[in-house]
């Protein structure tokens, strides 16, 4: 059964991805990765940013605009999609996935904890703090792969974001956090390969030097993707595209 990990690196810029995530860039050039630059959408905010990557659709054609916009994506999701194919999903993730995909507002005491085959993310442990620590945010997304074996799963972490929110991109906090990604990925990975998985790292914007990403600056807006393991699809050249690209990792039915 095909089986994806998308990896949701909030607020990764390309520039600081390649400078810093040394565990990516060499599977990279052993040939067991491979690479592209994107452009996010505008306006490159979190919320709008997450519907496009699940849906495809920029902000400006699925509706969603701004970060306080909570309610359910318009359109249909990855993960709606996947639970249409009778495919097991789970999300390691930030409280606003579950809102856009599952339940909208989101309630802690019902969906901090989620375990319901019939909503698009069947099985969740989703986050409310913008601290959350990205160690811990791994080991959620371990839980969930041994108790559920999802052939799809979201791993999406905030350490990168808030730190470019709390010191800018050119500082040593947001590079130090970057670098936490990777050696986190460096220890994951080659579990979820050798469990054969596919491997998805991407981000949904930017950030600039002045601890923001609301601009259309380089920084803000180009955002980094690598396509890990064996699948044969092929790298998008927008952001746009990455749901469907998730989708023929999962041998989804595109029509």
């Known amino acids: 059964m095909p089986s994806c990990i998308f990896v949701l690196l909030d607020g990764l810029n390309a520039v600081t991805a390649r400078r810093c995530m040394g565990f990516l860039l060499a599977l990279e050039a052993a040939g067991q990765a491979r690479y592209a630059q994107l452009t996010c959408e505008l306006p490159p905010l979190s919320r709008p940013l997450y519907a496009t990557l699940f ?3 920029p902000p400006a054609a699925h509706g969603i605009l701004h970060n306080d916009d909570a309610r359910l994506c318009p359109a249909p999701t990855l993960f709606s999609r996947a639970r249409d194919h009778g495919l097991v999903t789970a999300a390691a993730a930030y409280h606003w996935v579950s809102e856009l995909c599952n339940n909208a507002p989101f309630d802690p005491a019902r969906d901090r ?3 319901a085959p019939s909503l698009p993310i069947a099985h969740g442990l989703f ?3 913008d601290l959350y620590p990205d160690e811990e945010l791994f080991r959620d997304a371990a839980c969930l792969l041994q108790h559920h074996r999802p052939q799809l799963l979201l791993v999406h972490s905030m350490g990168i ?3 470019g929110h709390q010191h800018g991109a050119d500082s040593p906090a947001y590079r130090n956090a970057v670098r936490l990604a990777d050696s986190l990925l460096a220890h994951a990975i080659p579990d979820w390969l050798a469990a054969g998985y596919t491997v ?4 949904d914007h930017g950030m600039d ?3 923001a990403h609301n601009d259309a600056t380089d920084t803000v807006r180009h ?3 690598w396509l890990i393991g064996e699948s044969q699809a092929v790298l998008p050249a ?3 595209e990455i749901a469907n690209v998730a989708a023929r990792i999962l041998q989804l039915d595109e029509t």
Request: charged content about 10%; proline content about 4%.
């Open 55 to 57: 849906c495809g659709l």
């Open 113 to 115: 904890l989620t375990h």
């Open 127 to 129: 986050y409310t703090s």
């Open 161 to 163: 974001d808030t730190a």
């Open 200 to 203: 998805l790292v991407t981000a």
């Open 209 to 211: 030097n002045d601890g």
């Open 223 to 225: 955002v980094p993707l």
């Open 238 to 240: 927008a952001q746009t």
